[in-house]
């Protein structure tokens, strides 16, 4: 059990111990992981927030103009109804219309309608509530987002194995996926795959996706059955030549009846849309009653759940999608502010001067950037840092710090990594 919760349960064991005996096994075992979130608040009052999932500007949140006055445009019917468990129908069409335009090697036989979730969170637990007994294995890099675990360790108790993607100077590889799939001897598996994954910012390139999905297919024919979930949660927000594509598509070309790829992704990210939660579930499959199947059990699990999702934001997007020509543009400008960011954190991040501070990871893509940092306690110049400096970053684990540069001005970067550098070299001393 982990000590967040047992400390939760002793705690509730002394102030009422009649509730703590009602608790359920699930109840237990849940905790509020000291993860981003928590650091995310511990950082809210520093100047330079690099913290969170999500992109500003010094006026505020990032957003399309479009999407910002779409509820003056909306009649009420598509508001104050409740919307169908599945989602709204036309907005699912426009969905995968969107998907297959960004994807041309992905057809419309090959995968069922999109879904709406509740987001990406609420699609990742219904693929844990469908396919993840106890004991299954969730295959994981070592750089994952924390809430992977909640979701299928701490609810479903599958275990957790997970295997690096970069080498020890920072660089992308492949070779521990393979390693990792070569040698796996059970006769099922989930693999997450997380690009541009968090924390670190990197997406493979093309000649590396081939690399990735022939080491599955492997697998597959060695007779062990995947489940292939693909996270897109930054699909679009692309700054070098990589695979642009989605590894669904890949995955799903692979046309095999034992690799079962399964998409989620939505507007969260993609429309700069966080608070809409609007999300889809897409899975890779072509034989029709087996769409059928698989719609019909993923509505009865969110009818058991949240019924439904909100209807006003469904519409929402429904409705710049039907105008996106205006929308895309306005989305691209926002892309356009996060690529100079990015550009500008690859510049100095990499310059000589911090070798001695700091050693990077591979970033082409996302929100995002880590550093391995020498010779210093990540937590603590975590704290360092709010206290000192006015920045919040986010401590990953026992050597690596995450920083959002979505969140900080072009102009900013250099003096934010800068002082990391300064609080980094008092740490040191």
């Known amino acids: 059990m982990n000590p967040l919760a047992l400390d939760l349960n002793e705690q509730l064991s002394k102030s009422n111990p009649e509730i703590a005996d009602m608790l359920s096994d699930l109840g237990k075992l849940m905790y509020y992981p000291k993860g981003i979130l928590s650091q995310s608040a511990e950082a809210k009052s520093t100047k330079y927030n690099a913290t969170i999932g999500m992109a500003t500007h010094k006026h505020g949140k990032m957003y399309a103009n479009t999407l910002n006055d779409v509820f003056t445009k909306l009649e009420p019917d598509e508001i104050f109804p409740y919307a169908p468990p599945q989602g709204i129908e036309s907005l699912r069409d426009l969905w995968q219309q969107k998907m297959l335009k960004e994807n041309p090697d992905l057809t419309a036989t090959d995968m069922t309608r999109p879904i709406l979730t509740n987001a990406l969170t609420h699609g990742l637990s219904l693929v844990a509530d469908m396919f993840v007994d106890s004991g299954d294995t969730i295959l994981l890099p070592t750089h994952n987002w924390g809430n992977y675990k909640l979701v299928y360790s701490t609810r479903h108790s599958a275990e957790i194995d997970t295997y690096d993607i970069f080498d020890e100077d920072g660089h992308f590889t492949t070779e521990h996926l393979i390693s990792s799939l070569e040698n796996y001897k059970k006769d099922k598996v989930m693999l997450i795959l997380n690009y541009p994954n968090n924390p670190t910012g990197y997406t493979p390139t093309k000649d590396e996706v081939k690399v990735i999905v022939e080491a599955i297919k492997s697998l597959a024919e060695r007779g062990t059955n995947v489940i292939a979930l693909v996270d897109d949660a930054y699909y679009g927000l692309f700054y070098e030549d990589v695979y642009t594509q989605s590894l669904f598509t890949a995955l799903t070309n692979l046309h095999m009846d034992n690799v079962l790829p399964i998409r989620l992704d939505g507007a969260t990210k993609e429309f700069f849309a966080w608070g809409l939660r609007v999300g889809f579930i897409s899975f890779g499959v072509s034989n029709e009653t087996t769409k059928q199947v698989l719609e019909a ?123 990391i550098a300064k609080a980094i070299a008092d740490l040191q001393k």
Request: glycine letters at 4%.
């Open 297 to 419: 059990k993923v509505k009865g699990l969110i009818r058991s759940n949240i019924s439904s999702g909100p209807m006003p934001s469904q519409s929402a997007v429904k409705y710049v999608l039907e105008n996106a020509d205006t929308f895309n543009k306005e989305i691209q400008q926002n892309i356009d502010t996060l690529q100079a960011r990015y550009e500008v954190t690859k510049s100095v991040v990499y310059d000589k001067q911090y070798t001695s501070y700091w050693q990077a990871y591979d970033f082409n893509s996302g929100y995002f950037m880590a550093l391995k940092v020498n010779n210093v306690d990540p937590e603590q110049l975590r704290l360092h840092l709010i206290n000192e400096y006015s920045i919040g970053i986010i401590a990953l684990n026992s050597t690596d710090i995450r920083i959002a540069f979505s969140c900080i001005e072009k102009e900013d970067i250099p003096h934010v990594f800068d002082s």
